[in-house]
């Protein structure tokens, strides 16, 4: 169940720093990135924050790319559509031990941010639960 949460959260993190794909790009460089995590049903409550390089192109990227190189899950983008500085997506995903989620996604960008909301929902095991990741980024300087 760890690692699913684990796998879930970090999916959802490195989704949303590839969802921009429209007018007003975050730019390349070192971004700050927070992820808050949440469920009613489960004692979940955690804040993670890092550091990662984001490189030239990475934020125009297909998620489907992206996806593809995440080890436990294989996910399908039912909606992507970025614009105007808007995010809306649902993606639908298996999780390891034959589970599934499906993933809903709203959020904002800007030239140098950006901030997601996803509400998951899972069926793992025959237990069925919602969580909810808040996911926001901001450009520090060059990588």
């Given at each position: 169940?760890?690692?699913?949460?684990?796998?879930?959260?970090?999916?959802?993190?490195?989704?949303?720093?590839?969802?921009?794909?429209?007018?007003?790009?975050?730019?390349?460089?070192?971004?700050?990135?927070?992820?808050?995590?949440?469920?009613?049903?489960?004692?979940?409550?955690?804040?993670?924050?890092s550091?990662?390089?984001?490189?030239?192109?990475?934020?125009?990227d297909?998620?489907?790319?992206?996806?593809?190189?995440?080890?436990?899950?294989?996910?399908?983008?039912?909606?992507?559509d970025?614009?105007?500085?808007t995010i809306?997506?649902?993606?639908?995903?298996?999780?390891?031990?034959?589970?599934?989620?499906s993933?809903?996604?709203?959020?904002?960008?800007?030239?140098?941010s950006?901030?997601?909301t996803?509400?998951?929902?899972?069926?793992?095991?025959?237990?069925?639960?919602?969580?909810r990741?808040?996911?926001?980024?901001?450009?520090?300087?060059?990588?």
């Open positions: 169940m760890k690692t699913t949460l684990r796998a879930t959260f970090a999916l959802l993190l490195g989704l949303s720093c590839t969802m921009a794909v429209a007018a007003d790009l975050p730019k390349p460089g070192l971004y700050k990135m927070t992820g808050k995590t949440s469920s009613e049903q489960l004692p979940i409550r955690r804040t993670n924050t550091e990662q390089c984001i490189e030239e192109g990475s934020f125009a297909n998620p489907k790319s992206w996806m593809s190189n995440q080890r436990d899950q294989t996910c399908e983008v039912k909606r992507y970025v614009a105007d500085g809306n997506m649902k993606m639908q995903c298996e999780v390891d031990r034959g589970g599934s989620a993933i809903v996604g709203t959020g904002t960008y800007t030239g140098s950006f901030e997601m996803n509400v998951i929902k899972m069926n793992m095991g025959g237990m069925a639960m919602e969580m990741t808040e996911v926001s980024g901001e450009r520090q300087g060059d990588c």
